[in-house]
Every structure is written in C-alpha cells, then in structure tokens.
C-alpha cells in the first residue's frame, strides 16, 4: 500500500467547540503523521476558491458562509492510503450516516457543520494541498 497525503481541515464548528486536540489525538491514534498545519480564519473568497467544484449547488453560499466564520485549522496527513483511510475516520458527510467511533459522529452537529473536512481522491488532495501549502510535496 501507498504512502500518501491529504489535506484536512477541523472546521470552524469543531474549533470553536474545542474540539481540536481530540480530532488530532484520533488521527494520530490512526497512524496519520502531521506534515504541515495553519491555524487560518478564511476570507469568503477563499472559501470559495477552495470550495469551487462545488459553486452553483444549493449549499455553497452557506457553506462557504460558515467556513469564512471563524478559525480553522488546515493539515496536510500522510499515511498509508491515508485518503480513502482519512474519510473513513472522518465517516460520512452526513453525521446522521456516519459510523460510531468516527470524528463526525462525535463532533458533527449537521450535514454542513461537520467538524472536519478530507480530501476526496489523489486529485483533489493535490489541489487542495498546494491550495493551502504551496511549498509542500502533494505526495
Ligand atoms: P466537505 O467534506 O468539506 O465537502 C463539502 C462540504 O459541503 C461538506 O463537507 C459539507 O460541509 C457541505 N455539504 C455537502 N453536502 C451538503 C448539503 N447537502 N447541505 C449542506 N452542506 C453540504
């Protein structure tokens, strides 16, 4: 299996509600290593900018509303398989489908405040990467 990385985000939901140090505390409990990290408070646009494949949908002026609302924080995780592995951790968009044991069961609050955020394939972790972290190797 492939050593890989991607890119999460502990939302704003999930740090206002100090959530932090848990979240963290289960990825490494998961064999993530923490390559990079910024604590960021995004403007709309860059909401926006990171968020793009999803303009048009009926959620993403909400969406990027309340990513641009406060505090969060970015991480690129390496792993084995660490993209299909993240979002299992993570469990589903949806915290109302997702498994007990993962990060939005715990945290999530709704389908849109869902604590964290994970890359979805190897394209998209490489885009949001150097979205974040311009000087840091997508691989
Ligand atoms: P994330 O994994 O960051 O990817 C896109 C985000 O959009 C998703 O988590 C949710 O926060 C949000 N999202 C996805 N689907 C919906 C939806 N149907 N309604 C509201 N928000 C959504």
Redesign the pocket.
């Known amino acids: 299996m492939a050593t890989e990385r991607t890119l999460t985000?502990i939302?704003p939901d999930a740090v206002a509600a100090g959530h932090v140090g848990d979240i963290i505390k289960m990825f490494e409990a998961n064999r993530f290593a923490i390559v990079a990290a910024r604590l960021v408070n995004l403007s709309k646009k860059e909401a926006e900018g990171f968020?793009a494949v999803?303009r048009g949908?009926?959620?993403?002026e909400?969406?990027t509303k309340?990513?641009s609302s406060g505090r969060a924080l970015v991480m690129v995780l390496e792993g084995e398989n660490a993209i299909a592995r993240l979002r299992e951790v993570?469990g589903a968009?949806?915290p109302a489908h997702a498994a007990p044991g993962t990060v939005r069961k715990l945290y999530a609050t709704?389908?849109?405040?869902?604590a964290?955020?994970?890359s979805?394939g190897p394209e998209t972790a490489a885009f949001e990467i150097g979205y974040f972290f311009p000087d840091v190797e997508p691989v």
């Not at 949908?57 to 993403?60: G, L, R, S, V, Y």
């Open positions: 985000i939302k968020y999803h949908k009926p959620f993403f909400s969406l309340f990513m993570m968009t949806n709704s389908i849109e405040r869902n964290v955020h994970g979805d």
